[in-house]
């Protein structure tokens, strides 16, 4: 595996056999709650923002190499996606105090992001569907972080005015 396939890839969590999107979210979930153990907020949308744009490229010259458009297996767009998600829910979370708001915050993260990546409303399927190359495959997963992030934000509002 090169460098390439292996970055694409999320270090090999597209490859999984069954469900390679939910796989790749999944770990880019648990990637990113580690990393933000140790780096701050903004280092974390900085090193979103690089995946995202080198995603791009990458994704161009792996479909470049193979002829093939949004293999299964990619899955740094989720990665991208599911990152910009979390930022959104665990700064909102920050600014909370109900009980269980970060796990609630995490969880509904998750669910709000694969709700959006298979759903592909509005735009977002627009996008999958007709934009080529590096940019369609990154852009939709793209725009559902956005509206899953604003989602989780509602959510976590909701319940804290509830509550």
Known sequence: MDLNRLFITFGGAGLSPKAPGTVGSFMAL??????LKVIPMETFFMLTLAITVIGIFEINKYEAKTGSHDDKSIVIDEV??????????????????????????????????RLF?????????????????GLGVMGDDIL???????????????????L
Request: no cysteine.
């Open 30 to 35: 648990i990637a990113g709650l580690l990393l």
């Open 80 to 113: 991208s996606g599911m990152w910009i998600t979390l930022m959104f829910a665990l700064s909102t979370a920050q600014t909370l105090s109900f009980p269980y708001v970060y796990e609630i915050a995490v969880v509904s993260s998750f669910a709000t992001f």
């Open 117 to 133: 990546d298979i759903w592909k409303p509005s735009t977002i399927g627009t996008i999958d569907r007709k934009v080529k190359g």
């Open 144 to 162: 559902a972080g956005i509206a899953s992030g604003l989602l989780t934000i509602l959510l976590l509002l909701g319940i804290d005015k509830v």
